[in-house]
């Protein structure tokens, strides 16, 4: 294992983030770590070691914060090998009941702090000529629960955007990887780490009753955020990554019932499809 490598990790001040983080620390990896407070961050670590770990304050939505957490984090270990976008929220409710300004909120710290720091680092990877970047997504967004449509919308929108980032890139051997979880225990149904806007509308059962049932679940998800963090090294170190990667049997299931009812409905209405075309002349 290449213990010199350096990990540039946003929102590493709980959840996935601060476990990946403290698993990295303890292997012998470089680790440039943000969050909006340092020493927050600093003393969730529980680290002092300036020889591998760099905590950094940042606002992910202004472009010159993470300028200045690249170049500290180049000025401290040279390089930057694998980027971690891990700096996200999880936000519950009807559509209708969600203020606009938190729905605008959401998408900028889950998709625009995602696309911000990754244009602020390709051009430290293009230089190197490689890089590693790994989004966190969401199974949601490609199979979303009742009361979760905004925060699937963000999450959908990251895996569209590794996908194409993905084929950009690659010419320079940078690899991108959208890592899609399912429920893991870190909190991301507290009240800490949740926007939700409970529905006081008539109706809407099907998002009361998944959205109880998702509250309820809280600390007793399936998801090792441990096993989480072993498996983004182990991918890191691999030679071969994937584009997509669930992580949990729930995201496994979820995904793989979706792909075959695509499939099928492709092919019910491919007739339909096709005939948008312009007819060729014989």
Known sequence: MNTSKVWYVTGASQGLGLTLVKKLLANGYRVAATSRNAQVLKEAVGLIDTGRFLPLSADLNNPDCIDESIRQTIDAFGQIDVVVNNAGYGMAGTVEEIAEQDIRKIFDVNVLATINVTRRIL???????????????????????????????TKAAVAAFSEVLALDVKEFGIRVTVVEPSGFRTGFLTQNSLAYTESRIDGYQAVKDTQARYLAGNGKQPGDPERAAEILM???????????????????????????????EIEDWKELTISADFKTQL
């Open 123 to 153: 051009p430290v990877m293009r230089l190197q000529r490689f890089g590693y970047i790994i989004n966190i997504g969401s199974v949601a967004g490609f199979v979303g629960a009742p009361g979760w449509a905004a925060y699937a919308a």
């Open 234 to 264: 182990q991918l890191a170190e691999s030679e071969q990554a994937p584009l997509h990667l669930y992580l949990g049997k729930d995201a496994y299931n979820r995904a793989s019932e979706k792909l075959k009812v695509m499939t099928q």
